[in-house]
Structure formats: C-alpha cells, structure tokens
C-alpha cells in the first residue's frame, strides 16, 4: 500500500492563514480516499470552521496550499572545532576599510562566532551545523537569516579532544 512509503518520514501540510504566511502542521495520518491518500492535520483552530482539537482532512481545510515532506534527522556528528558565524547588524561606515576592522567583511565586531556542537545528518543527504550561544541555547544554524559562514577549526590549534 502507499501509505508505507510515507510511514517514517515527516509531511506537513501548509495552510494561508492569510497573514502572508504559510503554517506548516503536521501531518497525523494518511488515509486512502478513492484512489488517493489523503493526508489529516489536527485543527488549527478556525474558530469559524470548528476544527480546534479534531482532526481534519488537510486538503479541504481553508487555505490549504500543498503537501510538504520535511527531511528527518537521522544522526549527528560532533562539531569538532567548526564555528558558526551571524552578521550582527550593519558594517561601518566604509566597509571593510571603515573603523573596526579589514576582515573584508565589515569588521571583527559585528560578526558573533558561536562554536559548533554538532552537525545533524538528515535523510535527504544533508548536513547542517547546530551551535550553541553564550546561554547555553542550542540552534540549528542554517534556520537563522543572520548566518554569514561557517569557519573550520585552525588547524595551529589541534584538536581539543584528543590533543593532536
């Protein structure tokens, strides 16, 4: 049957709530109606349309858009030295030549360096480093619009964990 196939991997449907913006919800179930499989979404809370709490057919839903598969995690390697990079707002005045720096990218303070935890593999064959800020937070890195790059470990340091 088809709905092995979509067993184990995430789906959303996304819906227009009229915002501008499309909300992803999780898929729940696929059920076959006639020759398709149909996928259900938990009410979103349409107060007009009395979906909150029940679990309804997402392609009859108001503003359903489509069917999405979201890749899934399915490991993760340590961030070993890597480290993560946001612009934090503007360069100064004259870009890289301005007062603060000549990094070529606007100045030492205004990059925040966050080291990599780790690097999460997911089921698509990609690979995105997760960092962890001064409170201890930890983010999947390539979530963030402030991301500028990523930096690998200074090989004048060696490895932390094994000294090398």
Not at 40 to 58: E, L, N, P, S, W
Not at 149 to 160: F, L
């Amino acid at each position: 049957m088809e709905a092995t196939a979509r067993m184990g991997q995430r789906w959303v449907a996304l819906v227009d709530r009229g915002n501008g913006y499309a909300e992803a919800c999780d898929i729940v179930e696929w059920l076959p109606e006639e020759a398709e499989l149909v996928g259900y979404i938990c009410g979103t809370g349409d107060a007009a349309h009395g979906d909150k709490g029940r679990v309804v057919r997402a392609d009859r839903h108001p503003g359903f858009l489509a069917y999405e598969r979201r890749p899934q995690v399915v490991g993760a390697l340590p961030g070993m030295g890597w480290t993560v990079c946001y612009r934090l707002g503007a360069p100064p005045p004259g870009g890289a030549g301005g007062p603060g720096g000549t990094d070529g990218v606007g100045g030492a303070e205004h990059l925040e360096r966050r080291p990599v935890l780790a690097w999460l593999v997911y089921d698509d064959g990609t690979v995105t480093p997760c960092d962890v800020d001064p409170d201890g937070l930890v983010y999947c890195s390539t979530d963030t619009p402030e991301l500028h790059h990523v930096e690998p470990p200074d090989p004048a340091v060696g490895c932390s964990a094994c000294r090398c």
